[in-house]
Nanobody, 118 residues
Framework: VQLQASGGGLVHAGDSLRLSCAASGRTLSSYGMAWFRQAPGEEREFVARIIKSSIMTYYADAVKGRFTISRDNAKNTVYLQMNSLKPEDTAVYYC????????????WGQGTLVTVSS
């Protein structure tokens, strides 16, 4: 599966942004999906994930209550709705996919930059 992330940009603190991750090559319903991010000079970190059936979602503590991950299998797209953005959310955001419930994410998108100014 090929993943294409989009929707990043420059926003002010408190604003909202929605990232999209479009998949091609395979149907997205076969994959558990996640968003990760990497801030300048930092290691990549987990942000959110959603299982294949969309019943369960999981979030990093830093974004819980502000970010929402969702998926539209008919559109083969996963979203990350980001509200109440903070300067510390500034990072390159990556979507990722895996076929197993646990384990590594084998497929990655190219990343989309989100910059939050104070």
């Amino acid at each position: 599966v090929q993943l294409q992330a989009s929707g990043g940009g420059l926003v002010h603190a408190g604003d909202s942004l929605r990232l999209s991750c479009a998949a091609s090559g395979r149907t997205l319903s076969s994959y558990g999906m996640a968003w990760f991010r990497q801030a300048p000079g930092e290691e990549r970190e987990f942000v959110a994930r959603i299982i294949k059936s969309s019943i369960m979602t999981y979030y990093a503590d830093a974004v819980k209550g502000r970010f929402t991950i969702s998926r539209d299998n008919a559109k083969n797209t996963v979203y990350l709705q980001m509200n109440s953005l903070k300067p510390e959310d500034t990072a390159v955001y990556y979507c990722a996919a895996r076929t197993t419930t646990f384990g590594e994410y084998a497929y990655w998108g190219q990343g989309t930059l989100v910059t939050v100014s104070s």
